[in-house]
């Protein structure tokens, strides 16, 4: 659909970095489907590639949607990386109509829920925007997974990340809400302001006291939580509400050196 992404300025991130943001032309994307369903025919779950699909108008996804729907007749999801500002300018009816044509999941990549942590990494969603996308997707039956980023903040900014994290989560009310831990990439602009003294980095018993303090500040009423990517050092799972004080025990004895984490070089992006 999209290559690279059109955001593209994360000072973190270095997804994309080789890959200049472009809009694919339809009959190019008309032509991948075709290819794929001769290959893949009976594919239920389609994701739009690259980082944030939705920046094509409804206009132009629809048709997209349509001719999945026709090349894949077992189609059951599609999915799409999304920001917060590209649903400021798709209405409402339109994303019902989205819905409709089997648009079902986002992903949603929060990192943090302070303005001035995301004003400092250079993130162009504003925390309001990505709040208002995820409760306008939520009542178009659009399910969210929302991930954030462990230690975003670093050691400055870490009680400003955990508290505005905490209330944007329980605002948004995201179905799915993954964790991921920071590492610094080389060559980032992060890795150059951490290299300047500018940013320091969270340890893992840092990063792991975020969570902790994340979590038991959460209030979310129906959310699959996940924090298995590979970056963490406790990888952890469970439902909301239900599954917060397990969470919460299993946080206290990894801080309490109880438990195994995950070793250094095992983590990965
Ligand atoms: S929006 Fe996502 S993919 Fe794009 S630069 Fe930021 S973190 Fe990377």
């Not at 994307?29 to 409804?58: E, K, N, Q, W």
């Not at 629809?62 to 189609?75: D, R, T």
């Not at 997707?137 to 990340?161: M, N, P, T, W, Y």
Request: charged share 25%; with cysteine.
């Amino acid at each position: 659909m999209t290559l690279g992404c059109s955001a593209d300025h994360c000072s973190f991130c270095g997804a994309y970095k080789v890959k200049p943001f472009r809009v694919k032309e339809s009959r190019e994307i008309f032509g991948d489907i075709d290819r794929y369903a001769r290959r893949y025919p009976g594919t239920r779950r389609v994701f739009l590639m690259d980082g944030d699909a939705l920046v094509l108008s409804p206009n132009k996804l629809v048709p997209i949607l349509e001719k999945l729907e026709q090349a894949f007749p077992m189609l059951s999801r599609v999915s799409s990386y999304a920001n917060g500002s590209n649903f400021k300018r798709i209405r409402d009816q339109e994303l019902a109509e989205l819905y409709r044509h089997k648009l079902s999941l986002i992903y949603m990549g929060l990192e943090s829920g302070s303005q001035l942590v995301l004003d400092r990494c250079g993130k162009t969603s504003s925390v309001l925007e990505m709040i208002e996308a995820v409760r306008r997707a939520e009542e178009a039956r659009i399910r969210s997974s929302v991930i954030v980023l462990l230690g975003l903040g670093g050691k400055r900014h870490s009680a400003e990340h955990v508290q505005g994290t905490v209330e944007a989560l329980n605002r948004m009310q995201p179905r799915y809400l993954s964790f991921l831990s920071l590492m610094v990439i080389p060559g980032t602009p992060l890795a150059e302001e951490a290299r300047r003294g500018e940013f320091a980095e969270l340890n893992s018993m840092e990063l792991l006291r975020e969570s902790y303090d994340i979590v038991q500040g959460l209030e979310l009423k129906r959310t699959v939580f996940r924090s298995d990517h590979a970056s963490n050092y406790l990888p952890l799972e469970g439902t909301f509400p239900k599954a917060k004080p397990a969470l919460l025990k299993a946080l206290k004895a990894a801080l309490d050196g109880k438990l195994w984490l995950r070793p250094e070089s095992a983590r990965g992006l």
